[in-house]
């Protein structure tokens, strides 16, 4: 699986759209982009996920870039909920295969 | 959406006993299911993959006659740690896919595991 790079953690004031990048220069080209999210002491989240197009839900929107090198997660109208561990995770769509999470970025929201 | 339920939640045993994890795909099947491990502070690190009606597979450090993974059924993977020790504290996850490849993995709650 592709290695990501996100920062370590950022800071978002309530209300306003909270902008996550991710970095995987060196993504394949069947390899789907998923973003989730970990709330303290809780299983990890399903966000978003998506190849090259632009995606959005309920959620979020996910933003890749034309090479597919990097992406970013918007989170529209963050709330003090939103606080938690992001995770980007490059897989390839095969039934087996698996996630291997990063570090992460913590994204504190501030009221 | 997809649900997958993990109990219990907290357990608290004393050195040498066995602890089991029950992870269950509530309104979906899964022919496999992934156990995480998470120490505080750190990342989620997999541990095993569970595949329905065969042998689960194990990553690379995980002593597979310790962690015992059971996937009896499309929609039940059990985790039993054998001879629990203090080390084995930990947070536990497990996840599930339904049958698509295209699906995203849906997450249990975790249970927190505590050694005396």
């Known amino acids: 699986d592709a290695k990501t790079t996100q920062p370590p953690s950022m800071d978002c004031a309530e209300g306003r759209a909270a902008n996550l990048p991710c970095n995987h220069s060196?993504?394949?080209?069947?390899?789907?982009v998923y973003w989730y999210r970990q709330i303290h002491s809780q299983g990890p989240q399903y966000i978003i996920h998506?190849?090259?197009n632009n995606e959005t839900n309920e959620m979020a929107s996910l933003i890749i870039t034309e090479d597919r090198k990097s992406s970013t997660l918007i989170l529209p109208h963050a709330t003090l909920r939103d606080t938690a561990v992001y995770y980007c995770?490059?897989?390839?769509?095969?039934?087996?295969?698996?996630?291997?999470f990063g570090e992460g970025t913590q994204l504190t929201v501030n009221p | 959406g997809a649900v997958v339920s993990q109990h219990p939640s907290r357990v608290i045993c004393k050195s040498g006993t066995s602890v089991k994890i029950e992870c269950r795909s509530l309104?979906?099947?899964?022919?496999?299911m992934f156990w995480y491990r998470q120490f505080p502070k750190q990342s989620l690190m997999l541990m095993a993959t569970?595949?329905?009606?065969?042998?689960?597979?194990?990553e690379q450090g995980v002593e597979k006659d310790k962690f015992l993974i059971n996937h009896a059924s499309l929609t039940l993977s059990t985790l039993t740690v054998t001879s629990a020790h203090p080390e084995d504290s930990s947070f536990y996850i497990c996840?599930?896919?339904?049958?698509?490849?295209?699906?995203?993995?849906?997450f249990g709650n975790g249970t927190r595991l505590t050694v005396t």
């Open positions: 996840s599930a896919r339904e049958i698509s490849e295209y699906s995203p993995l849906h």
């Open positions: 060196t993504i394949s080209g069947n390899e789907y």
């Open positions: 998506g190849l090259k």
């Open positions: 995770i490059v897989r390839v769509a095969t039934l087996g295969s698996r996630l291997t």
């Open positions: 309104d979906f099947q899964a022919t496999t």
């Open positions: 569970s595949n329905e009606g065969s042998k689960a597979t194990y």
